[in-house]
């Protein structure tokens, strides 16, 4: 069996892609026939695997912003035409654009999955929620990320073919954090999005005992409003911005973690709560989405600074508590691990069969 | 053994049946079978049958030996042959979605019940449009625990959107009856009382298709054997009912056969002739003088009428009467009023009663008539009529003059008081466009004016003249002028072509980008724009009246979206997004707005740009508010550009400006002089009187109710949360409530509330309802600040306020603790409020003077003076940097 992944740009960095080399080195190590295309060239492209066991396709060699109407027909069948070239299997779309872009050229003999990587809420604020009602309804299986996603896609975009897949976890840490450490840990681009201004008011407004820090790791262009929201909220000193940290580095900093604190306006599936998980880090999260809940950290209602600082507080009081939480998040995380997922895209493949 | 069965009846259908079967072969469930059940057709049949075999060995084919008449048995004969342990069937006009049955099927698997109920749609083959069947019944998709948790799903009674256990159905002996044409009405009553466990799920899995030209069993509703069948149908379902010990379930049975087995007749019933009515209401009589009154309560007024003209067996009435259930609803012929309510027709009788429509209670320009056409013909390219116009509420007061408005052309008619009532017009017009020509009634006394289509006989003959014809469909039938579409000479064709090809809004910012490099602006034209166009209001015509009161030498194009007529008679307008605004925003060396000109488009380099905000408040704003926090940054860096435009920004108070600027990276001058806007209601000047446009009754007070959008639901009427209905049972004797809704969103008053509450949605100027009205209520809108001016009640209707400031939206300030007046969350908390509302007034007017303090302090009534002085007076003498300054 063949399984073509499709994406927009398949080599820049960014969870999408993560995702997606991960399964297809994974599928492939099953010995399906795997092909990950790019439709774009990334502008600095970025290795996954070193050796890969699939094969890779970039359909066109300009950045994404950088297309014309002729170049993106010749692009168009190109794609057609390497499509064509593909033995009897699947083809995976992984975002609603690439639905629009590429389900009109998919041969008969490749049965057609719409991946979405959001979360309904985030779908349902934005173009996403018409594009899969009108786009994906027509495909042969769409896939979100957790089964409340797949749930609330079937009764809002009267999808007939919602299905739910996880994204996996890259690796399965021997190792778990002590927590000892005295710190609570926010990961994420420094962005609106991620609203590490409530994860700041929510840890100032909690009572952290001395020693504890925030520290939150990431860029972006909210870094100086944020520096000064700590500031105002009075823990200027206790909030550490760490920037960014490369992924070879991150289990020293789940290691080093005692608490993860998860503020986002929207999140689908966020990796840094299964890998925090696997850890054995325990986390408080704004309930903002099935793939949140489906990982199983303490839930506070979406907004609500007060009770997350409260339960913030709380698992800064108890050690044990925290140990407790955190035996039970890498028990949850347990079910993402790579050998899960492929069983539940191969259980996928075999539904399609039908 | 293959996963699902699929029976296809047939008879007589040999050209569509392969359709339906395809359908199924198509499945994305691939393993099936197909059990087509010939109910012994005499047409090709067989031996397309055989081909359908021969080309896939999915298909198996049985056939009896003599016809049934009716769906029952052939589907019988397929539930006897499935092989699966799952079935559906299909009806060989029909069409199956391609995941139906992979889908069901998973879903029976998953939650082990007996049976999965999904939507239906109904496909009009005309046009292709898709319209599902009662689609709140499907909503959610869910696990019902026998059919008594929700009785109302007795209106899906179709067999065919469903998936069955083979074994439930062997098990509990549930066949088809053979005899009749709804066997399905009796099948699904028994399923429904066999089953304790069942499921529903919200997507399509069955395409109910409709020709025109049908003559399928269900809809060969004009033969009298089919409403006998149908009668049959609901008595055999009753008994089904009480066989099982579930006479409980009688009411919501019958009330499916009232609200929709009946309204199947009812509806086309003007349709038909005076013998089939009354033959018809001699076969459902015995039926519906069975169904206990309180059932007869819960339908809708006018079915209840039908209800009781056919117990009463009042044929002609019965006719008039149905032709008010489809369509626009028009009123009866006749009503009269006793002790507070209305009945249709001309004597009081209970079953009469139509009180809860509010008909009699509208003001004059929503109030309704009844104009029918008794004769029509065609004069040469003329068409004559005489119209016969009903006022059963006694709209029409002594003075007014009446006309009827065809398209664009309205002709004055001189309507005379007909010898049995009502008024009998003699009219005769050209039609020119397609249109539903209208009769209107304009009072003289103040020149409001009411219209109501004209009804016809639904059996007219469409009347030919050259380049129109006049004719009528649907069961409404009102009178429709249908223009034969003329053929544009070639070269007209050809540019219009062109032109639209070319009027891309890329093509458009590309040109003005062009222009703005070559052509310097203008210093003396203005660009004016409020509410994105939609509007001549706010700031920018504060600012525009006293720039034209001096006389300044500046030329001021107005921006229009939509209606011209609130527009100033003397402005220049130009449409919005139009090329004409396109090359007046380059050439203009002054812009002034109060939400944002189009985003893309970067200022000219020396134009400057004033904006003056359309408002202040609670809510999150900029860079805080949802669509600039979502995952993408472009929205961010767009909004980041559009600020960067600004040259003077209008503060309204200090609390604006603490936050504002820095939630939209603003850092240029701000006016602190006050809002232009709220001057009017500093100087309680207003434009228009509220209370006469509005038709205010004398002596009802005003209630103001402003509710603001909600980010997640724009446009879809969910801002108006507070129960209209119960407020108006309430409180309608002594309050009428105006419901000013956000530009954004979209509310229909439905007309059963007319009465009580006026739609000003579009009405052209706020501050002039404020001022008319006698309180607020609104939940978090902007409109509170402006309102406090007043100094007149507020009430908040916050029931959402946790959802809304936490994840909706979010807010700077804890409204409950900062409101200038009660915090509801119930609309019976609201009724009591609004009863006692100068004790509520009066205990938070420490609250409201803080309130007050905090958003107006500013405001003295000269600010437009002020901005004007600045902005435009100011650059002709010297260019010059504004910095913030504080009122004196």
């Given at each position: 069996m063949s399984v073509v992944f499709a994406c927009l740009d398949a080599d820049t960095l960014g969870g999408i892609q993560q995702v997606t080399h991960t399964l297809a080195q994974g599928l492939a190590g099953r010995g399906h026939d795997v092909h990950v295309i790019g439709l774009h060239r990334a502008r600095s492209p970025f290795r996954y695997v070193d050796e890969p066991l699939y094969r890779q396709h970039v359909i066109s060699h300009t950045p994404m912003d950088s297309r014309s109407r002729p170049a993106r027909w010749a692009a168009d069948r190109r794609l057609a035409r390497l499509l064509g070239t593909m033995r009897p299997g699947f083809a995976v779309m992984t975002s609603p654009g690439m639905v629009t872009r590429m389900a009109g050229a998919v041969p008969a003999w490749l049965r057609p999955i719409g991946q979405y990587h959001g979360s309904y809420e985030h779908a349902r604020d934005c173009w996403h929620l018409g594009s899969i009602r009108t786009r994906y309804a027509e495909l042969d299986q769409a896939v979100f990320l957790s089964r409340d996603d797949a749930w609330m896609f079937a009764e809002h975009a009267l999808l007939p073919n919602a299905w739910s897949v996880p994204n996996p976890l890259g690796a399965w840490p021997e190792e778990v954090s002590a927590l000892e450490t005295p710190r609570v840990l926010g990961v994420g681009r420094l962005e609106g999005v991620k609203r590490f201004d409530r994860l700041i008011s929510a840890f100032a407004r909690s009572g952290a005992p001395p020693g504890w820090e925030l520290h939150l790791i990431g860029d972006g262009g909210e870094l100086d409003r944020l520096r000064a929201h700590a500031a105002q909220e009075g823990v200027g000193e206790r909030v550490v911005f760490r920037g960014r940290v490369p992924a070879a580095e991150m289990p020293r900093e789940y290691l080093d973690a005692s608490i993860l604190a998860v503020t986002s306006e929207h999140e689908g599936l966020p990796v840094v709560l299964l890998e925090s998980a696997a850890h054995g880090v325990p986390a408080v999260a704004f309930d903002v989405s099935g793939g949140v809940r489906s990982a199983g950290p303490v839930l506070v209602p979406p907004g609500d600074v007060d009770a997350f600082g409260q339960e913030l507080a709380t698992l800064m009081d108890s050690a044990q508590e925290r140990r407790r939480l955190g035996a039970t998040a890498r028990a949850t995380a347990e079910a993402f691990r790579l050998d899960h997922v492929l069983d539940g895209w191969e259980s996928l493949f075999a539904h399609i069969e039908r | 053994m293959p996963d699902c069965t699929v029976v296809v009846i047939t008879y007589n259908d040999a050209a569509r049946l392969p359709r339906a079967v395809r359908s199924v072969l198509r499945q994305s469930l691939h393993d099936l079978e197909v059990v087509i059940a010939d109910d012994s057709s005499t047409d090709e049949t067989p031996r397309v049958a055989e081909e359908l075999m021969r080309a896939d060995p999915r298909v198996r084919y049985l056939r009896r030996h003599a016809n049934s008449g009716g769906c029952g048995a052939p589907r019988n004969d397929g539930l006897d042959a499935a092989a699966a342990p799952y079935i559906m069937f299909l009806d060989s006009d029909d069409e199956l979605p391609r995941h139906a049955c992979k889908s069901l099927l998973t879903e029976i698997e998953r939650t082990g019940a007996d049976f999965v109920s999904g939507q239906i749609s109904r496909l009009y083959e005309w046009n292709g449009r898709m319209e599902r069947y009662y689609p709140?019944?499907?909503?959610?998709?869910?696990?019902?625990?026998?059919?008594?948790?929700?009785?109302?799903?007795?209106?899906?009674?179709?067999?065919?959107?469903?998936?069955?256990?083979?074994?439930?159905?062997?098990?509990?002996?549930?066949?088809?009856?053979?005899?009749?044409?709804?066997?399905?009405?009796?099948?699904?009553?028994?399923?429904?009382?066999?089953?304790?466990?069942?499921?529903?799920?919200?997507?399509?899995?069955?395409?109910?298709?409709?020709?025109?030209?049908?003559?399928?069993?269900?809809?060969?509703?004009?033969?009298?054997?089919?409403?006998?069948?149908?009668?049959?149908?609901?008595?055999?379902?009753?008994?089904?009912?009480?066989?099982?010990?579930?006479?409980?379930?009688?009411?919501?049975?019958?009330?499916?056969?009232?609200?929709?087995?009946?309204?199947?007749?009812?509806?086309?019933?003007?349709?038909?002739?005076?013998?089939?009515?009354?033959?018809?209401?001699?076969?459902?009589?015995?039926?519906?003088?069975?169904?206990?009154?309180?059932?007869?309560?819960?339908?809708?007024?006018?079915?209840?009428?039908?209800?009781?003209?056919?117990?009463?067996?009042?044929?002609?009435?019965?006719?008039?009467?149905?032709?008010?259930?489809?369509?626009?609803?028009?009123?009866?012929?006749?009503?009269?009023?006793?002790?507070?309510?209305?009945?249709?027709?001309?004597?009081?009788?209970?079953?009469?009663?139509?009180?809860?429509?509010?008909?009699?209670?509208?003001?004059?320009?929503?109030?309704?008539?009844?104009?029918?056409?008794?004769e029509i013909t065609a004069d040469g390219d003329r068409v004559r009529m005489t119209v016969h116009t009903y006022d059963p509420f006694g709209a029409l007061p002594a003075g007014w003059k009446a006309f009827l408005r065809a398209g664009r052309v309205k002709i004055p008619i001189e309507p005379r008081p007909a010898g049995e009532g009502g008024y009998v017009s003699e009219i005769t017009f050209t039609p020119r466009a397609s249109c539903e020509p209208r009769i209107g009634f304009t009072r003289l006394s103040d020149g409001h004016t009411t219209t109501d289509r004209l009804m016809v006989d639904p059996g007219l003959r469409p009347i030919e003249l050259p380049g129109a014809n006049v004719r009528t469909d649907g069961y409404a039938a009102y009178l429709r002028v249908r223009s034969r579409s003329h053929v544009r000479p070639l070269l007209g064709r050809i540019k219009r072509a062109l032109l639209r090809r070319l009027s891309t809004p890329g093509n458009k910012l590309r040109c003005y980008k062009a222009l703005i490099r070559l052509l310097p602006p203008r210093r003396n034209l203005a660009l004016f724009e409020s509410d994105v166009g939609k509007g001549c209001t706010g700031s920018p015509r504060a600012v525009y009246e006293e720039v034209r009161r001096r006389g300044l030498p500046i030329e001021v194009v107005w921006s229009v979206a939509g209606d011209r007529r609130a527009f100033p008679a003397a402005a220049r307008l130009v449409r919005r997004s139009s090329w004409r605004y396109v090359w007046t925003m380059a050439r203009a060396g002054i812009w002034v707005d109060s939400h944002g000109f189009p985003l893309d488009y970067p200022k000219p380099r020396r134009t400057r740009y004033l904006q003056t905000w359309h408002g202040q408040g609670i809510k999150t704003i900029g860079f805080d508010a949802?669509?600039?926090?979502?995952?993408?940054?472009?929205?961010?860096?767009?909004?980041?550009?559009?600020?960067?435009?600004?040259?003077?920004?209008?503060?309204?108070?200090?609390?604006?400006?603490?936050?504002?600027?820095?939630?939209?990276?603003?850092?240029?001058?701000?006016?602190?002089?006050?809002?232009?806007?709220?001057?009017?209601?500093?100087?309680?000047?207003?434009?228009?009187?509220?209370?006469?446009?509005?038709?205010?009754?004398?002596?009802?007070?005003?209630?103001?109710?402003?509710?603001?959008?909600?980010?997640?639901?724009?446009?879809?009427?969910?801002?108006?949360?507070?129960?209209?209905?119960?407020?108006?049972?309430?409180?309608?004797?002594?309050?009428?409530?105006?419901?000013?809704?956000?530009?954004?969103?979209?509310?229909?008053?439905?007309?059963?509330?007319?009465?009580?509450?006026?739609?000003?949605?579009?009405?052209?100027?706020?501050?002039?309802?404020?001022?008319?009205?006698?309180?607020?209520?609104?939940?978090?809108?902007?409109?509170?600040?402006?309102?406090?001016?007043?100094?007149?009640?507020?009430?908040?209707?916050?029931?959402?306020?946790?959802?809304?400031?936490?994840?909706?939206?979010?807010?700077?300030?804890?409204?409950?603790?900062?409101a200038p007046g009660p915090c509801v969350t119930t609309t019976r908390e609201l009724i009591d409020r609004i009863r006692d509302l100068p004790a509520a007034h009066a205990s938070c007017a420490d609250r409201y003077a803080a309130f007050r303090e905090l958003w107006c302090a500013d405001e003295r009534g000269d600010a437009a003076a002020r901005i004007v002085d600045d902005f435009f007076e100011a650059r002709f003498i010297k260019e010059r940097f504004i910095k913030e300054r504080r009122v004196s």
């Open positions: - | 709140s019944l499907f909503a959610r998709r869910r696990v019902v625990e026998g059919i008594r948790a929700e009785p109302e799903l007795f209106l899906d009674s179709f067999t065919t959107n469903k998936l069955y256990s083979v074994r439930f159905l062997r098990d509990r002996m549930l066949r088809f009856p053979e005899d009749i044409l709804y066997e399905d009405h009796v099948f699904s009553t028994e399923l429904y009382a066999s089953s304790h466990r069942f499921a529903i799920v919200p997507w399509v899995v069955y395409h109910w298709r409709r020709a025109r030209d049908r003559s399928s069993i269900s809809l060969s509703i004009k033969e009298m054997e089919n409403v006998r069948h149908r009668v049959v149908a609901a008595r055999r379902s009753d008994d089904v009912l009480r066989r099982y010990g579930a006479g409980d379930l009688l009411p919501a049975r019958q009330e499916r056969f009232l609200r929709q087995d009946l309204r199947v007749y009812l509806n086309p019933l003007p349709t038909r002739d005076r013998v089939w009515v009354k033959e018809f209401a001699a076969v459902v009589r015995p039926y519906l003088a069975e169904i206990p009154a309180e059932v007869l309560h819960r339908v809708d007024p006018m079915t209840r009428v039908c209800c009781h003209l056919i117990l009463d067996d009042r044929i002609d009435d019965l006719r008039i009467a149905a032709s008010s259930l489809a369509g626009s609803k028009a009123p009866p012929r006749a009503a009269v009023r006793s002790e507070g309510r209305t009945y249709w027709g001309t004597t009081v009788a209970a079953g009469m009663d139509i009180t809860g429509l509010r008909l009699a209670e509208l003001p004059f320009s929503a109030s309704r008539l009844r104009h029918e056409v008794t949802p669509d600039l926090r979502a995952d993408f940054d472009q929205p961010r860096a767009r909004w980041r550009a559009a600020v960067a435009r600004w040259d003077a920004l209008v503060s309204p108070s200090e609390e604006f400006s603490r936050r504002f600027p820095a939630s939209n990276g603003y850092t240029g001058p701000v006016y602190r002089y006050g809002t232009p806007r709220c001057d009017a209601l500093v100087r309680g000047t207003s434009r228009y009187d509220v209370r006469e446009r509005l038709e205010i009754p004398d002596g009802r007070k005003v209630l103001l109710y402003a509710p603001t959008y909600r980010d997640r639901a724009k446009g879809s009427g969910v801002s108006v949360r507070a129960d209209l209905e119960l407020m108006a049972e309430e409180l309608a004797g002594e309050w009428v409530v105006v419901l000013r809704t956000h530009p954004v969103e979209k509310y229909e008053v439905p007309s059963h509330l007319r009465y009580f509450a006026r739609p000003a949605g579009s009405y052209p100027e706020i501050n002039d309802l404020m001022l008319a009205s006698d309180a607020l209520l609104t939940d978090y809108s902007s409109v509170m600040c402006d309102y406090a001016l007043t100094g007149k009640p507020m009430l908040f209707y916050i029931d959402d306020w946790d959802d809304y400031r936490r994840s909706e939206r979010g807010v700077y300030h804890d409204l409950p603790a900062i």
